[in-house]
C-alpha cells in the first residue's frame, strides 16, 4: 500500500515538474518580445528577432522587391514596368505582426511547441498594398495603346435629309477586373500578367437614330455680318453647337458646350453687355447663338431649366425671347423632354444665322409664342423699364392644349451717357453678366 502511494506520489511530482518546465517555456517565450524560431516572411528569416530588427531585415528586401519589373501583356502587346512606379508597395508593418503573432494566436499547443523548439519551419508571405490611382493609370496608358474606340451611330441632316453612320463597336482593356488582375498577381508573386481585352459598344447606336426623322423647329436671327470679330464669335459658337444629339431625359448645357470666352479658346472681342452699358468684351456675339437655340428650343417644346433675360433689350429677338450667358454665372440649359433623341443643327449664311431641332414626327407640336403687351414706367435716374411676360402655346389639331407662362423680364434702356449710333446699337452683341 504505502508503495503505491509512493509511486503515485512520484508520478504526481514528475507531471507537476513537467507541466511547470512547459508553462515556464511558454512564459519565457511569450515574455521575449521576439520572432518564435523558424519563422519567416517572403523568404526573409526572423526568427529570434524583435519586431524592429525584423522590420529593418524586411526593408533590406522590400527595397529589392520593388526594383523588379513587371509586364503586363494585352493583345500580343507587352508594357514593362518597375513595381514600384506602378503603385506596388510593401506592407512592412503587416509582414512584422504577422510574424511576431506566430506561437502567440495560434493556440496553447502551438505556443508549447514553439517553446520547446519542435514546431515545424513557419513561411509567411509578402504583404503588399496598392496604390489604386497609379494602377488605374497604368491600365488606361496600355488601354490607349491598344484600345480600340468604339464609334457611335451618327446623323446628319443634308439640305434636310438625313443621313446615318452605323455604329461600329471597337475594344479595350477589360475595365472592371484588370485592377484585381494584377494586384492577384503580384500578391502571388507573379511578375508577369495578362490582362483580357473586352468588347467597347458605342453608346449610340442606329436604332437610337431612327426615330429621328423629321424638323421639328427651324429659328433664324440676323447679325451684322461685317463685324468681323463678333461673327468670328458667332461661327465658333455655331461650330461648337451643331451636331449634339440628346437622348430622352438628357440635359443641354450652354456654357459646357462652348467652354470658358477666353481669348486662348478662339474667342475675340466684341461689344457686350457690362453694367448696363455696351463695352468690348471677349467672346461679343454669342449671346446670339444661345438666344437663336432658346427660341428654337422653345418652339420645339422642350424643357428649359435655365435661363436668364439681357438687363438691356437686344436688336436680334422680341423682348422677353433673349438669353444671356456669362461662364461660371449664367447658362442657359434645357432638357430633352420627348421619347426620343433630338438633334441639333446650327449654322451661318450670309448674315443669318439658323438653328435646326430634329426629332420623331410623333413629337412635332404647333407652339406659338406670345408676348405680353410692354408695361413701362423710369427709375428715379430717368432711365425706362420695360417689363413683358411670355406665353407658350401648344395646339393639337387646331384646339388649344395647353398655355404656360414661360418667363417675366424686365429692361432698362440703354443710360444717356452711353454712345447709342445705329451701327452701335446693330452690333451689340448681348454676352452678359448677372443682371449687368
Known amino acids: 500500500m504505502i508503495r503505491n502511494r509512493r509511486f503515485w506520489s512520484f508520478i504526481l511530482a514528475a507531471g507537476l515538474l513537467a507541466v511547470s518546465?512547459?508553462?515556464g517555456v511558454c512564459f519565457s517565450f511569450l515574455a521575449s518580445a521576439r520572432i518564435a524560431p523558424g519563422v519567416s516572411s517572403a523568404g526573409v528569416a526572423l526568427g529570434g528577432l524583435k519586431q524592429e530588427e525584423a522590420a529593418e531585415r524586411l526593408k533590406e528586401w522590400s527595397k529589392k522587391r520593388l526594383t523588379e519589373t513587371i509586364t503586363v501583356s494585352v493583345a500580343g502587346r507587352k508594357w514593362t514596368g518597375v513595381l514600384r512606379d506602378t503603385g506596388v508597395l510593401i506592407d512592412i508593418d503587416k509582414m512584422t505582426s504577422e510574424a511576431y503573432d506566430v506561437g502567440r494566436k495560434n493556440g496553447f499547443l502551438n505556443t508549447?511547441?514553439?517553446?520547446?523548439g519542435l514546431a515545424d519551419k513557419?513561411?509567411?508571405?509578402?504583404r503588399y498594398r496598392f496604390d489604386e490611382k497609379k494602377?488605374?493609370?497604368l491600365i488606361k496608358k496600355i488601354n490607349a495603346a491598344v484600345a480600340v474606340p468604339a464609334k457611335d451611330a451618327t446623323l446628319t441632316?443634308?439640305?434636310g435629309v438625313r443621313q446615318i453612320t452605323p455604329q461600329v463597336t471597337g475594344t479595350a482593356v477589360d475595365p472592371v477586373n484588370s485592377y484585381?488582375?494584377?494586384?492577384?498577381?503580384?500578391?502571388?508573386?507573379?511578375?508577369?500578367?495578362s490582362l483580357p481585352i473586352?468588347?467597347?459598344e458605342p453608346e449610340i447606336t442606329v436604332a437610337d437614330l431612327e426615330p429621328v426623322d423629321t424638323l421639328l423647329v427651324k429659328y433664324s436671327t440676323q447679325y451684322p455680318a461685317w463685324r468681323k470679330e463678333r461673327t468670328h464669335n458667332i461661327k465658333l459658337a455655331v461650330a461648337k453647337i451643331n451636331g449634339k444629339l440628346l437622348k430622352p431625359g438628357e440635359s443641354f448645357s450652354y456654357n459646357e458646350a462652348l467652354g470658358p470666352r477666353l481669348k486662348e479658346n478662339g474667342y475675340k472681342d466684341a461689344i457686350i453687355y457690362v453694367n448696363g452699358k455696351m463695352v468690348p468684351g471677349t467672346g461679343g456675339g454669342i449671346c446670339q447663338v444661345s438666344s437663336t437655340i432658346y427660341n428654337a428650343v422653345l418652339l420645339a417644346n422642350l424643357k428649359i431649366t435655365e435661363r436668364s433675360n439681357h438687363s438691356m433689350p437686344v436688336p436680334y429677338v422680341p423682348l422677353g425671347r433673349d438669353a444671356t450667358v456669362a461662364y461660371g454665372l449664367l447658362d442657359l440649359k434645357f432638357e430633352n423632354t420627348m421619347s426620343s433623341p433630338i438633334y441639333i443643327g446650327a449654322s451661318t449664311k450670309g448674315s443669318r444665322l439658323t438653328v435646326e431641332i430634329y426629332g420623331a414626327s410623333k413629337d412635332k407640336k404647333d407652339v406659338k409664342l406670345l408676348v405680353s403687351s410692354p408695361k413701362r414706367w423710369r427709375k428715379n435716374d430717368g432711365r425706362l423699364v420695360t417689363a413683358v411676360t411670355v406665353y407658350r402655346v401648344v395646339r393639337e389639331n387646331g384646339v388649344e392644349v395647353s398655355k404656360e407662362q414661360i418667363?417675366?423680364?424686365r429692361y432698362l434702356s440703354v443710360p444717356p451717357e452711353t454712345p447709342t449710333p445705329a451701327a452701335t446699337q446693330r452690333s451689340a452683341a448681348a454676352n452678359a453678366v448677372p443682371r449687368t
Open 21 to 23: 518546465l512547459v508553462l
Open 407 to 409: 418667363s417675366y423680364d
Open 122 to 126: 513557419t513561411e509567411l508571405p509578402p
Open 157 to 159: 441632316f443634308v439640305d
Open 135 to 137: 494602377i488605374d493609370s
Open 198 to 200: 473586352v468588347q467597347d
Open 112 to 116: 508549447v511547441l514553439i517553446g520547446l
Open 180 to 193: 484585381d488582375i494584377i494586384c492577384s498577381a503580384i500578391e502571388r508573386g507573379e511578375l508577369e500578367v
